[in-house]
């Protein structure tokens, strides 16, 4: 049995469905199993990490997992470290931690240590695992879609800066190859796209696929602190955060381990948008 935590999100959702079609048993852990849809066969069970039992439950009899955590960066009480203490009681053998980019270490001294902690809940337990560490995800652009649907304009912070985009789908493909082939066994992977673009050249990308003249407006540094810090971020660390983005090039490195380790060309933010953002036309 393979766990897969996170499960209706951009990437466990996409790795539910790859190892379900290789016809593998899987069980998709979310919080709120209501009325969740996922392909013929998936066990879905409740597992919330704030939630010992309900973790312990999820964990019964599995083999191998995926983490992820949607804390938000700083938090106390790391949630990884819950999903790992439930692996090991469970005897789990195998784990894959969906991470971020360089485990952070380019970003705020405080995120960075806050991601060397949540890595070495996995790196430390003894368990064999593979890290993934993908940069911003193209789903990140999703969230257009209401604006897009209320005008033309988008509202887009840093919309000059470059980053080497990953899609979803691409970061699935290498966690379910580390689940099921072996090779990846205690490595920590670098992803990326195949290209660093910005924001305002995707939106380009977006309104040639749609057909529409579209604008980009950045929001001021002020603007883009608040949203930070009502997304959950103390607001000291979110100025911080995005201070050191703004000095920097965070995220634009390119890397070739998704391609080498999928054995295709990685998708380009054009080919994901033309799937995502067509039915908007």
Known sequence: MIL???ATGHVGAEVVK????????VRAMTRRPEGVRFPEGV?????DCED???????????????????????????HTRAQVRAAKEAGVGYLVKLSVAKGGEDSH?????WHREDERAVTGSGIDH????????MSNTLHWKHMLRRGDEVTVAFAKKRTAPIAPEDIA?????????????????ELSGPEAITPQQELDIVAKILNRRLTLREPTVEETVDGIVRAGME???????????LRGDYGAEISDATEKILKRKATTFEQWAEKHFKEEQ
């Open 130 to 137: 593979t890290m993934l560490r993908p940069g911003r995800f």
């Open 52 to 78: 010992a039992e309900s973790l312990r439950e999820a964990f019964e009899g599995v083999r191998k997992a995926f983490l992820m955590t949607g804390q938000v960066t700083g938090s106390e009480n790391l």
């Open 235 to 245: 607001r000291e660390l979110a100025e911080a955060m995005v201070e050191h983005v």
């Open 109 to 113: 001294p405080k995120v960075a240590a």
């Open 43 to 47: 066990e879905v069970v409740r597992g």
């Open 4 to 6: 897969v935590i996170g």
């Open 18 to 25: 790859a190892l379900a079609a290789r016809g593998l048993a």
């Open 173 to 189: 493909a290498v966690a379910v190859k580390a689940l099921t082939e072996g090779g990846l066994a205690n490595r920590t992977l």
